[in-house]
């Protein structure tokens, strides 16, 4: 059996930026969620990117941190960016833990 390596984190550019405090953030670090971070959090909704899902684990993995606030004020096309790379993580681990036939 032959381990995958992937990346565990990811920067991404946001194409609007997020305001934080008195900056714009254009750049975002996204780290490979563990199961902490998607403790109360329902699978099922997060991979249907509905929205109070996403606001949950945002926080919990990226760099720098997405507050609640800040989250309601990100444009859709960055919002669905940010998922985008979420759910690339989870649906690589998912395809890696399958095994070979």
Do not use: W, Y
């Not at 490979?32 to 099922?44: A, C, D, F, I, R």
């Not at 509905?50 to 760099?63: C, F, G, M, N, Y």
């Amino acid at each position: 059996m032959t381990a995958l390596v992937t990346p565990s984190t990811k920067t991404i550019t946001l194409e609007h930026g997020v305001k934080l405090g008195d900056n714009i953030i254009t750049q975002i670090t996204i780290t490979k969620p563990l199961v902490s971070h998607l403790k109360g959090v329902s699978l099922t909704k997060l991979i249907d990117m509905q929205l109070d899902e996403v606001a949950k684990i945002i926080p919990r993995v990226t760099s720098p941190m997405i507050p609640q606030q800040a989250f309601d004020t990100i444009e859709f096309t960055d919002f669905l960016h940010l998922c985008g790379e979420i759910l690339g993580f989870l649906t690589n681990a998912a395809t890696e833990a399958t095994p070979d036939e």
